[in-house]
T-cell receptor, first 114, second 113 residues
């Protein structure tokens, strides 16, 4: 059974803290993605990675960075958390071996920045 | 960039059919998708359609694709309360060699008993 796991379901941090969100997939997928989901705005792509150590900016990369040191793990970093980064964060993975590129999603991390 | 639009809310009675509509701008889209998000969960692929097809049926789900109008719809027959969820339309453009998908804002489907 395919699986994408995220390190926390709920996280509360203070303004200015450095925050790490971890995502792990066990499907040997090349591609991994970080999205944020806000009511009425849908999913917005923050960053994605198509291989180890490779990354591409999405639509809203400002205030975020990412790290992909191993194929199965993709980390999202908030260098200095701000209240406008309070959101639901979703990680996904996919493989280029599958023609229709299904993305498999984790359960999400609800981050609150106080 | 690519733009995918869908209405935000839809309410239906249990047993009726639901139709969720989506429009997209990228005429070179190769695959179009419908994802479902249940409360407190991530998204799950419901169905997809390749761009050379007009229709795809899978049990209670029917997907219609009108390439000329760049319009995609999802019909759920005999809608049940368990179908209450957010439904996202997504498309993959021809240039998306890295597997990037473009999502709409999601349609919240509420099914009344």
């Amino acid at each position: 059974d395919v699986k994408v796991t995220q390190s926390s379901r709920y996280l509360v941090k203070r303004t200015g803290e450095k925050v790490f969100l971890e995502c792990v997939q066990d499907m040997d997928h090349e591609n991994m993605f970080w999205y944020r989901q806000d009511p009425g705005l849908g999913l917005r792509l923050i960053y994605f990675s198509y291989d180890v150590k490779m990354k591409e900016k999405g639509d809203i990369p400002e205030g975020y960075s990412v790290s992909r040191e191993k194929k199965e793990r993709f980390s999202l970093i908030l260098e200095s958390a701000s209240t406008n980064q309070t959101s639901m964060y979703l990680c996904a993975s996919s493989t280029r071996k599958m023609r229709y590129n299904e993305q498999f999603f984790g359960p999400g991390t609800r981050l609150t920045v106080l | 960039g690519e733009d995918v639009e869908q209405s935000l809310f839809l309410s239906v009675r249990e047993g009726d059919s639901s139709v969720i509509n989506c429009t997209y701008t990228d005429s070179s889209s190769t695959y179009l998708y419908w994802y479902k998000q249940e409360p407190g969960a991530g998204l799950q692929l419901l169905t997809y359609i390749f761009s050379n097809m007009d229709m795809k049926q899978d049990q209670r789900l029917t997907v219609l694709l009108n390439k000329k109008d760049k319009h995609l719809s999802l019909r759920i027959a005999d809608t049940q309360t368990g179908d209450s969820a957010i439904y996202f339309c997504a498309e993959r453009g021809r240039g998306s060699t890295l597997g990037r998908l473009y999502f709409g804002r999601g349609t919240q489907l509420t099914v009344w008993p």
